[in-house]
Nanobody, 133 residues
Framework: EVQLVESGGGLVQAGGSLRLSCATS????????IGWFRQAPGKEREGISC????????YYVDSVKGRFTISSDNTQNTVYLQMNSLKREDTAVYYC??????????????????????????WGKGTLVTVSS
């Protein structure tokens, strides 16, 4: 059974940090690109970062660039999202998803991958991040 399970969310003050984990099972992590998405109340789900689990190439949208870091540990079948300098506008439910494989890719490909959320193969159920002022 394919599973993606997010954890690490919670309540944090603005300026603080959290590390989200996406534990995967039931498939070979290296066969998929992994993206992190988030959905704030009343807003559409948006892609914020993705990673090639074979080359380590990463991509971030501008709103999180320089603050968030995505990484993967294929030995643990887990993808992480380190979030620093959190802002109130980062409050959302955060999801990880597995999609088409990524190799070495550029910003256009990264943006396209995150924009193709309807074609992701597998999704987790999300973890809530709340940033207070």
């Amino acid at each position: 059974e394919v599973q993606l399970v997010e954890s690490g969310g919670g309540l944090v003050q603005a300026g603080g940090s959290l590390r989200l984990s996406c534990a995967t099972s039931g498939f070979t992590l290296a066969d998929y690109g992994i993206g992190w998405f988030r959905q704030a109340p009343g807003k559409e789900r948006e892609g914020i970062s993705c990673i090639s689990t074979t080359t380590g190439t990463t991509y971030y949208v501008d709103s999180v660039k320089g603050r968030f870091t995505i990484s993967s540990d294929n030995t643990q079948n887990t993808v992480y999202l380190q979030m620093n300098s959190l802002k109130r506008e980062d409050t959302a439910v955060y999801y990880c998803a597995a999609g088409p494989p990524l190799g070495i890719f550029d910003a256009f490909a990264g943006s396209s991958f995150l924009g193709s959320r309807n074609t992701m193969d597998y999704w987790g159920k999300g973890t809530l991040v709340t940033v207070s002022s």
